[in-house]
């Protein structure tokens, strides 16, 4: 398995627990240096830091709130100050806030298009400035979700920001396909968590979820890290403008209950 990334660096935004912790930690274990971002619980991120050292890489931590444009910026800048270069941006970090459409705050709508879109679209931007002046290609790989596509009831603002996700991974695709730099997205279904932990532990809410789900059971986060890790390597290079749903088939098959 190890060698696939060797030589590469990559970013992986929320490192510190669920998606972002396996995927930071897959891409160390085929030969990548990470930067472990977070914002807050540091003993997460430096957890996932130890876990990359166990994989035989190497890692800095980095405290930077992505809905910050400044933040974004320095993330990319110290990327590049400690490693040399950066290859690989995986936008993962994320929120949602569950309410009625009638009852959303222009606050909590701030909240979750600020972390989910707006993050991932400066810091992208951030990342595309550094590899264009340096003339290097590059890889942008969003976690977005089924919910880029697949309905929410009482989460419109989730579902606005990932279907922005979809559009702008689109756009770019075409838009930064001259420069070298391939985007795409990975769209998870449901997936153990812990974001998802209160769900788990209520068989109300689970059993009716795994009645939708071909597969029968929830993702593994590893699951995700897995193409993450392939179209970080050269293996996707020509592999740009798409979405990778990892849902045990939920999107074929969802209806509400």
């Known amino acids: 398995m190890r060698g696939r990334l060797e030589g590469k660096v990559a970013i992986v935004t929320g490192s510190g627990s669920g998606i972002g912790k396996a995927?930071?930690?897959?891409l160390a274990a085929e030969g990548a240096k990470i930067v472990v971002?977070?914002?807050g619980h540091k003993d997460e991120a430096e957890d996932t830091a130890q876990r990359i050292t166990a994989a035989g890489s190497e890692s800095i931590l980095v405290a930077a709130d992505v809905s910050k444009t400044a933040d974004t910026t320095r993330l990319v800048d110290e990327a590049w100050q400690h490693f040399g270069n950066c290859d690989v941006l995986v936008n993962n970090a994320g929120i949602e806030i569950g309410a009625d459409f009638w009852d959303v705050t222009e606050e909590d709508y701030d909240k979750v298009l600020?972390?989910?879109?707006?993050?991932a679209f400066f810091?992208?931007?951030a990342f595309v400035r550094k590899l264009r002046t340096a003339g290097k290609p590059g890889t942008i790989i969003n976690i977005s979700s089924v919910h880029e596509d697949m309905v929410f009831p009482h989460f419109a603002t989730y579902c606005a920001a990932?279907?922005?996700m979809r559009m702008l991974m689109r756009d770019l695709a075409v838009e930064l396909g001259p420069l070298?730099?391939?985007v795409n997205n990975i769209a998870p279904g449901a997936i153990s968590t812990p974001i998802n932990q209160k769900m788990m532990s209520d068989p109300a809410k689970l059993d009716p979820l795994l009645r939708n789900i071909p597969l029968g059971r929830l993702g593994k986060p590893e699951?995700?890290?897995?193409v993450a890790a392939f179209l970080a390597s050269d293996e996707a290079a020509y592999v740009t403008g798409s979405t990778y749903f990892i849902d045990g088939g939920?999107?074929?098959n969802y209806h509400e209950q």
């Open 23 to 26: 995927i930071a930690v897959r």
């Open 37 to 39: 971002d977070y914002r």
């Open 114 to 119: 600020d972390v989910n879109l707006k993050g």
């Open 123 to 125: 810091l992208a931007q």
């Open 162 to 164: 990932k279907g922005g």
């Open 180 to 182: 070298g730099i391939t």
């Open 223 to 226: 699951e995700v890290a897995g």
């Open 250 to 252: 939920l999107i074929r």
